[in-house]
């Protein structure tokens, strides 16, 4: 009668077992589609759409972060490690954006606007000549980039603010090896096909309302919006009502969702107290920068996880160890534990976080190494574009939807703290390496092509500034 309960006990579980196994694979199934982007507004009536309820929110688990309910309100309330920001003031240009008044030549408008660069004006009355002519505007918008000369290094234009099939952006950009200037024109109405358009209430991102951010905003773009409230707007009181104005390409089947540009705006949301624009680089992951050129690039690149505390950071750390060792004391043998002080070099920063906390990816990239290796114990390694590496260390456990190879967006849960390899507690060990050297993103001497806005990202983020800025005079 036992053997028959046993048997009995058995069976049940191994189908139990099938039945989540089953439930398992269909839930994949179902995450696996794509999300839709609603298409009833035609693109000839306007660049970008606004939100529609049609948008499937289903994750793609090959590929989209999983950010957990209160991933928002966590990442807000956790302290930000000290960041060596750049002195500004020095900074070798400025960048400026408006909406100018309609004129009737190159040389009034841009005298109107403070821009005084005759080598400029010339190249764009001889480059877009009658550009000024007929339109029938209230205002321009535009955005430049301007050295400490007083030249332009970037200009950005449209030739209405209605942004629809009948707006043209010009942009020129300085040529860094001649005295002239390369122009870009663009008939707006294609290529914006996926982007759309959210703006809500700042505290219903805050706190990540499920009726409310959950459904107007792509999960997978939680962890990145949260970043950059918390690094552009930390001081947000609750009795206070601002509001959140999000651009963002919902991406495709093969193309990750990004945000292009998040503005924070006051009570009348006419006016803009802080943004943020995504330039897209080639050579290096994409970036985001301010309106004024602010490079917000940093705190991602040293921004792992929501719970954390630099126990230990780059450089030379004094390190205790212990051992036993048998002495004779009075003809008997004692077992005493002597301890000793050495002085070893620490490669990375160590982020102290209870066992389980999730590990995100700091950036778009291609995971080269998912295993066990010596004593960084369980480690993901992530190739990122510029020849960057980030070493994830000592993991508890991986995200099992992951191997070598994946392609993964910055905010993929990766993996999970754990104290694996040679760790004397929970923690994550984390690197950034440039062509295999170590980096100390901490430090106030180094300067990233990673997080710096270089001259030749000025015409897109001047681009992208007079495209998915609200108009305001």
């Known amino acids: 009668m036992t053997r028959s309960f046993i048997r009995y006990g058995l069976l049940l579980l191994c189908l139990s077992f099938g039945f989540i196994h089953q439930m398992a694979l269909a839930k994949k199934k179902q995450n696996n589609n794509p999300p839709t982007v609603s298409s009833n507004k035609p693109v000839s009536q306007a660049y970008l759409k606004p939100y529609s309820n049609s948008y499937s929110s289903s994750l793609n688990l090959s590929g989209e972060p999983l950010p957990t309910p209160n991933i928002i309100e966590n990442i807000l309330k956790t302290p930000s490690p000290e960041v060596i920001k750049p002195n500004y003031s020095s900074m070798r240009f400025t960048i400026r954006k408006g909406c100018g008044t309609v004129a009737q030549s190159a040389e009034t408008f841009f005298k109107n606007i403070n821009v005084y660069d005759n080598e400029f004006i010339a190249s764009f009355d001889r480059q877009v000549p009658n550009f000024f002519r007929g339109l029938q505007s209230s205002c321009l918008p535009f955005a ?18 209605k942004k629809d099939i009948s707006t043209t952006l010009v942009t020129l950009h300085r040529s860094p090896n001649t005295d002239g200037f390369f122009v870009d024109s663009q008939q707006l109405g ?207 456990a991986y995200n099992p939807e992951l191997s070598v190879g994946s392609e993964v967006r910055r905010g993929l849960e990766i993996g999970y703290v754990g104290s694996t390899g040679r760790s004397t507690g929970p923690h994550l060990h984390f690197e950034i390496r440039k062509n295999g050297v170590y980096l100390n993103p901490l430090s106030s001497g180094l300067e990233l092509d990673l997080w710096t806005l270089r001259a030749v990202d000025q015409d897109q983020l001047t681009k992208n500034m007079v495209l998915f800025s609200l108009v305001t005079n």
Do not use: C, M
Not at 147 to 161: C, D, P
């Open 144 to 161: 430049a980039s301007i050295n400490t000369n007083g030249q332009i290094q970037a200009f950005s234009i449209l030739n209405n603010e």
């Open 190 to 396: 294609t290529g914006f096909e996926t982007y759309l358009e959210v703006t809500i209430d700042l505290n219903n991102l805050v706190v990540y309302k499920a009726n409310n951010a959950t459904t107007s905003i792509p999960p997978e773009l939680i962890w990145e919006l949260a970043s950059l409230v918390k690094e552009l707007y930390p001081q947000i009181k609750p009795n206070e009502q601002h509001f959140a104005r999000v651009v963002y390409d919902a991406g495709s089947k093969n193309k990750w969702a990004q945000v292009i540009s998040l503005e924070i705006l006051d009570e009348s949301q006419k006016n803009i107290l802080a943004d943020a624009f995504w330039v897209e680089r080639g050579d290096l992951s994409g970036g985001f920068f301010s309106s004024r050129g602010i490079e917000l690039e940093q705190g991602f690149w040293i921004n792992p996880l929501n719970y954390r505390r630099i126990s230990r950071g780059v450089g030379n750390a004094s390190v205790t160890k212990s051992r036993q060792k048998v002495v004779k004391r009075e003809n008997k043998n004692v077992v005493v534990t002597q301890s000793y002080s050495s002085y070893i070099g620490h490669q990375g920063i160590d982020f102290a976080a209870p066992p389980g906390t999730p590990i995100y990816a700091v950036a778009n990239g291609k995971i080269v190494h998912y295993g066990a290796w010596a004593g960084f114990g369980n480690l993901v390694i992530i190739e990122h574009p510029g020849n960057y590496k980030t070493y994830y260390a000592h993991l508890s």
